[in-house]
């Protein structure tokens, strides 16, 4: 299978000629190529999307979500088939990327909702003054995804972007393009019509292409803090709307009177699940306190995963580049006098290749370990000891990252002390995964690594981000006397001083 670009509703080769092998990372093996685009294949689609926009935005929000209806039970339809994909070009297993379409298909629902949702506003101000606001597209869009979530993350951004009347153009990542492949023929049968939803594949030049086009008049972006950055940055050059989501490091901090079985099976689900790889994925466990128990009850869990593609099992990472990097780590924490409880490294793994690691649990001694303090974006966990929530505190806000924090424990009034002093965009309390559903937006906190740019990138965020909010201000004529009998007004007796009408 390859995974060609979709323009105007039909797959097109690369004008490049240029294509790359698509890895399973469960077996190492190639299961297709993915197009490299150059500039003149997303010149095309971006060309394409610009001609398709006057006729879908002249389109009222409710026909735009019709079609948005259609494409929710064709996905929903095809829930399995779209795992199935998953699993074998991502690595996830069965149950987390059924998981994936599911709350890929969460955000498509909201998008439904935006004719009850995103309505504007309307208010007299001052007498003979009404002022209302009113939604318009932007245009041409642009949304570049990562890996980790093949179906989960397109559909942040463009169900939002669509019903609010945006043509689309989207990039996936090359690592896992055959979900976003097998989609493309639902978008046709659910009536979008030829140039509406684009996707270009590729690497630099194709995201470089897309941020410079003078007709894209906006760029979501999600994948590390690095690329965020220049994502952002080359946007700002050009005075572009843009929204770039970076990488974590997200901290849990356990208190003594946290619930034992409940913060375990929490906590090994956060960094464990999609083995580790998620930008809300626990990194670092600061137990305030002696509690020993805790710590061993995270190991003995994490240590009975099994590792392959069913159910309840941990799948192996993406590449052989992030398999290095887990390593890479769990030898520097070796070296530095760390303690590891658990080694991936260790576990038996599936005996057909692959990316395989099992999961890792490090107690740490010094706090300036690098693993403790850089994304390692794998199924490994820190463990570092404090005496007091202040000391838990220091930690979690000198951290550079701004994704998300948790709090596990029994009583409120310690979960407010910490949400109310944690750094991080998205809270949770005795959720380690503390991920905002709609209408609440997703993104971490500015000034940090992990987000750069404009708003939010779902829920409400996305109403502002994907839309221009157009203020118009109106005054009509008063009718002449004897077309009406006058009434007393409150402005007869109340004189408005800010009232502009027709005052130098």
């Not at 949702?117 to 003054?129: C, D, M």
């Not at 046709?188 to 995201?207: H, I, K, L, S």
Request: contains cysteine; glycine residues 10%.
């Amino acid at each position: 299978m390859n995974a060609n670009n979709w323009i105007n509703n039909e797959a097109v080769e690369p004008k490049s000629g240029a294509w790359i092998d698509v890895t399973c990372p469960p077996t190492g093996e190639a299961i297709g190529k993915c197009a490299v685009s150059n500039a003149a294949d997303v010149e095309a689609a971006v060309a394409g999307a610009s001609k398709a926009f006057p006729a879908w935005s002249g389109l009222t929000m409710k026909a735009r979500a019709g079609i948005m209806l259609k494409f929710y039970s064709l996905v929903k339809a095809q829930s399995q088939a779209l795992a199935e994909v998953i699993v074998k070009e991502n690595g996830k297993n069965i149950t987390e990327a059924l998981a994936d379409v599911a709350k890929g298909l969460e955000t498509v629902e909201y998008a439904i909702s935006l004719p009850q949702v995103a309505q504007g506003k309307s208010l007299t101000v001052s007498r003979g003054i009404n002022c209302t606001d009113t939604r318009r597209p932007l245009g041409v869009v642009a949304a570049i995804v990562p890996f980790n979530f093949p179906f989960m993350v397109p559909m942040w951004t463009v169900p939002i972007s669509l019903v609010l009347g945006n043509t689309v153009v989207l990039k996936p990542s090359e690592k896992c393009p055959m979900t976003l492949n097998l989609v493309r023929d639902l978008i046709v049968e659910a009536g979008f019509p030829a140039g509406v939803w684009q996707m270009v594949n590729g690497t630099r030049e194709c995201c470089e292409a897309l941020i410079d086009s003078p007709l894209v008049k906006a760029v979501s972006f999600v994948g590390s803090s690095p690329i965020a950055k220049l994502v952002s940055v080359r946007c700002n050059s050009l005075n572009k709307r843009v929204i770039a989501l970076g990488g974590a490091k997200n901290h849990l901090v356990a208190l003594k009177d946290a619930d034992l079985e409940g913060t375990t099976r929490d906590v090994v689900a956060s960094f464990a699940g999609a083995s580790g790889q998620r930008c809300m994925a626990a990194s670092v466990l600061l137990v305030v306190g002696e509690n020993d128990d805790l710590i061993n009850n995270v190991v003995q869990r994490a240590r009975e995963l099994k590792l392959g593609t069913d159910k309840g099992e941990m799948g192996p990472v993406i590449d052989g580049h992030s398999l290095k990097k887990i390593n890479s780590y769990l030898e520097a924490s070796e070296a530095s006098g760390a303690k590891l409880l658990l080694d991936g490294r260790s576990m038996e793994v599936p005996k057909n290749g692959g990316n395989w690691i099992g999961p890792s649990v490090i107690l740490h001694e010094k706090g300036s370990d690098k693993a403790l303090h850089d994304e390692i974006f794998g199924p490994v966990l820190s463990i570092l000891k404090v005496k007091t929530w202040q000391d838990a505190i220091a930690i979690e806000n000198a951290n550079p990252f701004g994704n998300a924090a948790c709090i596990y424990t029994s009583k409120g009034g310690s979960a407010d002390w910490f949400t109310q002093r944690f750094n991080a965009g998205m809270l949770g309390v005795n959720i380690g995964i503390p991920v905002p559903r709609e209408p609440f937006a997703f993104g971490g906190l500015y000034g940090t690594l992990s987000k750069y740019g404009d708003g939010d990138i779902t829920g409400e965020g996305a109403i502002e981000f994907f839309s221009a909010r157009i203020k118009i201000t109106t005054r009509w004529p008063v009718p002449v006397e004897e077309e009406f009998e006058p009434e007393a007004a409150l402005s007869d007796v109340v004189t408005d001083h800010a009232n502009f009408n027709g005052r130098m």
